[in-house]
């Protein structure tokens, strides 16, 4: 698993690389929140095209994310999911609070 952020604009947008689930969920955790360290402008842009697989451990760990940013009042998108990761996340109600772009 990859983590990498890169910032667009005033948006930092998070690549997710690889495969998301219970064994690269720590690291991945773990990346994320240093990429997010100190960042406190405008959104934050997930970029799953580089996902290849993410099963109910991936979903958990977006939703951690979401909840500490949304308590700092960031908006948080998904945008380029694979056909199969879509449909993870429609199934699951990610996009309802996580829109995707």
């Known amino acids: 698993m990859e983590v990498a952020a890169k910032k667009e604009s005033n948006n930092l947008v998070i690549f997710?690389?690889?495969e998301?689930?219970?064994y690269t969920a720590p690291y991945t955790r773990s990346a994320i929140d240093?990429?997010?360290d100190g960042y406190k402008s405008a959104d934050i842009i997930f970029d799953l095209s580089g996902l290849t697989f993410m099963d109910s451990t991936g979903i958990g760990v977006l939703l951690g994310r979401y909840k500490t940013l949304k308590k700092a009042g960031i908006p948080i998108?998904?945008?380029?999911p694979s056909v199969s990761i879509n449909k993870i996340l429609q199934?699951?109600?990610l996009y309802e609070i996580m829109p995707k772009i």
Do not use: V
């Not at 998108?77 to 380029?80: A, F, G, R, V």
């Open 91 to 93: 199934i699951s109600g």
């Open 20 to 22: 998301l689930d219970e």
């Open 16 to 18: 997710l690389i690889g």
């Open 34 to 36: 240093k990429a997010l």
């Open 77 to 80: 998108y998904i945008q380029n």
